[in-house]
């Protein structure tokens, strides 16, 4: 069974860096984009950014500079570092691995930047 465990979201003052984790089991991770994306109250949700296999990085306008993806194969994970964060990244961010139209995603941590 494929399942993605999400962690390190919380409370955090605007400015402030929070680095979130997604560790999946069951799955062979090389094969896989892996991304966040996130929803917050009343919008869609939204993708903040995406590795590829080789490395390949792309991210959303409103976060590029401040956010940064990774991943590692071995350990069947892709991490999320924010920095500078903004009171409008408050959301609710969900990792995905995707393989064409194969997708996996996790719960969801929730991320409250607010001083």
């Known amino acids: 069974q494929v399942q993605l465990v999400e962690s390190g979201g919380g409370l955090v003052q605007p400015g402030g860096s929070l680095r979130l984790s997604c560790a999946a089991s069951?799955?062979?991770?090389?094969?896989?984009?892996m991304g966040w994306y996130r929803q917050a109250p009343g919008k869609q949700r939204e993708l903040v950014a995406t590795?590829?296999?080789?490395?390949?990085?792309n991210y959303a306008d409103s976060v590029k500079g401040r956010f940064t993806i990774s991943r590692d194969n071995a350990k069947k994970a892709v991490y999320l570092q924010m920095n500078s964060l903004k009171p409008e990244d408050t959301a609710v961010y969900y990792c995905n691995f995707q393989r064409n139209s194969l997708g996996y995603w996790g719960q969801g941590t929730q991320v409250t930047v607010s001083s």
């Open positions: 590795i590829t296999s080789g490395g390949s990085t």
């Open positions: 069951g799955i062979f991770a090389s094969i896989y984009v």
